[in-house]
């Protein structure tokens, strides 16, 4: 991801690929990684890609959009697609995130059911793999966190989920430890199909940077902030402006549903938004490469959820 493409991170003109692997050698194909909220999804696109393209917290519901994850393997190219946590929606908001988790799934050529191997077959577990029916693709099962559970609990919750749907495989990782994650990869760099590679050899995120910027925050915020908060809240970015010294001036606004939120978020004598600040601009400035200023705002928008703009914003379709 080249910092200054913070607009237009897709792909430039074909080219590259052929001249590294070969034409007509290369393979290339997305792989949609879908579960329940807080199954381990994003942490393991980014044990696939090699680096962090998606955000992640202990709390639910942490991805809102699709991120794609560009890994590398021999001659092929596997775009992991991270999807929001599938639940059953209250809010409008939950229902953008959960439709565009199946559109990213069945807009692939391959899926993944991420289900956590720590809490096993649940209720929402159980709604997915009932809808699986409606996925007409090949699906590979993957258990994940296997380092927090026993080996022979893996083998019962194997075969009851196997049970409930049909999978090609079914892998166990943790992605805490790597164990497993290389198998993975392995397994779909065999089963993308043959064809161009879709975006750069240094291509490893489809997000653009100014959008992971604000995701970063939004990360730090979720982090800090408790209860409804995390879920009342969303982040943008305003302005990216190259400044004096090779430094990049960033303006972020935090939208908020109330004045209560907002005290909050800003905390007592401005710390809480001091911390978040502090850690997203670290973050950020490490993947640049050069100096941040980041500057937040937050701002009071009751409606903030209802408004089409915020999706946009977001990479969500606007749920009527
Ligand atoms: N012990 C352990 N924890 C993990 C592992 N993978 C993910 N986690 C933790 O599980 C929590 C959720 O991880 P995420 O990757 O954000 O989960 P997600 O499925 O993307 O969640 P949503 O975006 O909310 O749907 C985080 O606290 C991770 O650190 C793993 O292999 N082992
Ligand atoms: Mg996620």
Redesign the pocket.
């Known amino acids: 991801m080249a910092p200054d493409d913070e607009d237009d991170a897709l792909p430039h003109a074909a080219g590259t690929p052929a001249e590294t692997a070969g034409e007509g050698e290369t393979r290339c194909g997305f792989v949609a990684l879908i579960?329940?909220?807080?199954?381990?999804?994003?942490?393991?696109v980014?044990a696939l890609v090699g680096a962090k393209v998606?955000?992640?917290?202990?709390?639910?519901?942490?991805?809102r959009a699709l991120v794609r994850g560009i890994a590398l393997v021999g001659p092929a190219q596997i775009v992991f697609v991270?999807?929001?946590?599938i639940f059953r929606p209250k809010r409008r908001l939950d229902r953008a995130m959960v439709s565009t988790a199946w559109g990213g799934a069945k807009d692939a050529d391959l899926v993944a059911v991420?289900v956590?191997s720590r809490k096993g077959i649940d209720e929402e577990v159980e709604a997915i793999l009932a809808s699986l029916a409606d996925v007409h693709l090949p699906k590979v099962l993957i258990l994940?966190?296997?380092?927090?559970v026993k080996r022979d609990s893996l083998l019962a919750l194997t075969q009851a989920v196997n049970e409930k749907a049909r999978f090609e495989r079914t892998f166990m990782?943790?992605?805490?430890?790597g164990s497993g994650v290389e198998d993975v990869l392995a397994y779909f760099a065999g089963a993308v199909q043959p064809g161009p590679w879709l975006y750069p050899e240094d291509q490893i995120s489809d997000l653009p940077m100014r959008q992971l910027a604000a995701e970063i925050t939004r990360e730090k915020m979720m982090l800090r902030l408790h209860e409804e908060l995390p879920y009342a809240s969303t982040v943008e970015t305003e302005q990216w402006k190259d400044v004096k010294g090779g430094a990049v001036r960033i303006e972020q606004t935090i939208f908020v549903e109330r004045d209560s939120q907002k005290k909050i978020v800003l905390g007592k004598g401005g710390q809480t938004i001091k911390a978040i600040s502090q850690g997203a601009r670290e973050e950020i400035a490490a993947i640049l490469e050069r100096p941040v200023h980041l500057f937040l705002f937050v701002k009071v928008r009751d409606s903030w959820s209802d408004d089409p703009e915020r999706y946009r914003e977001m990479g969500l379709e606007f749920p009527e």
Do not use: E, M, Y
């Not at 579960?35 to 393991?44: C, R």
């Not at 998606?54 to 991805?63: D, L």
């Open positions: 579960g329940a909220p807080n199954a381990g999804k994003s942490t393991l980014n998606s955000i992640v917290t202990h709390k639910v519901q942490t991805t991270d999807t929001p946590g991420l956590d994940t966190k296997i380092d927090v990782v943790s992605a805490v430890t």
